[in-house]
């Protein structure tokens, strides 16, 4: 059981493809963030936004473009993608930015061919 | 800058063995500890977490004691099943960037067999 949905759960693209990502959260919650989980790296944190601003972009390529509408909603627009960008890409959720505790969506699994 | 290692996997069990995932930390304050876990095809979980030095978290059997004195967060189990295969994450709170950001490990992945 989440609160933190993720569609979609897997998609693959091509090079010259551009696609976007979407989070939901149903908590009532103000902070959210991107994650990048790549196979044998620990979980790379990409952005973060606080009430629709966004507070963090951790040296993120410029081809991964995020969006913050409103509080619960986040998508992560993807263009010009590289082979090396697949990955498993995670929303997550906090009360505000400085909660401790996040709640994590399941994810989208990203394979760029 | 803050870091977190924890031992490398696979860990292979048989059901009712204990278990113990190492984990130490690096930082330069006292940051809250947690342990993550994630079950195939799903997001993160928090299992349990500690604010400070002494504490002990614990959830569905799983335990943890924040360690100062020896940098460590070690997550244990009694008796674990095979329900608990899963990848178990170790993460600190690091909030100097003036929000909380979660730094994690690498993870470390636990097959309980039957």
């Known amino acids: 059981e989440t609160g933190v949905t993720q569609t979609p759960r897997h998609l693959v693209m091509g090079m010259t493809n551009k696609k976007s990502l979407k989070c939901e959260q149903h908590?009532?919650?103000?902070?959210m963030y991107w994650y990048k989980q790549s196979a044998k790296k620990p979980l790379e944190l990409m952005f973060v936004?606080?009430?629709?601003?966004?507070?963090e972009n951790n040296s993120v390529p410029s081809r991964f473009s995020p969006e913050c509408p409103n509080s619960s909603h986040l998508f992560l627009h993807l263009h010009t993608l590289q082979p090396e960008d697949s990955a498993l890409y995670l929303c997550?959720?906090?009360?505000?930015?400085?909660?401790?505790?996040?709640?994590f969506g399941p994810g989208t699994r990203l394979l760029v061919l | 800058g803050d870091s977190v290692t924890q031992m490398e996997g696979p860990v292979t069990l048989s059901e009712e063995a204990f278990l113990t995932i190492n984990c130490t930390y690096t930082?330069?304050?006292?940051?809250?500890l947690f342990w993550y876990v994630q079950y195939p095809g799903e997001g993160l979980q928090l299992l349990l977490k500690?604010?400070?030095?002494?504490d002990k978290g614990s959830n569905k059997g799983f335990e943890a004691t924040y360690r100062k004195e020896t940098t460590s967060f070690h997550l244990e189990k009694g008796s674990v099943q095979v329900s608990d295969s899963a990848v178990y994450f170790c993460?600190?709170?690091?909030?100097?960037?003036?929000?909380?950001?979660?730094?994690f490990g690498a993870g470390t992945r636990l097959a309980v067999h039957p």
């Open positions: 936004y606080s009430l629709e601003e966004r507070v």
């Open positions: 500690a604010t400070k030095a002494d």
């Open positions: 908590l009532g919650h103000n902070a």
């Open positions: 997550a959720s906090s009360h505000d930015s400085h909660s401790e505790t996040q709640y």
């Open positions: 930082a330069t304050g006292y940051p809250s």
């Open positions: 993460a600190l709170s690091d909030s100097s960037g003036g929000y909380n950001k979660l730094i």
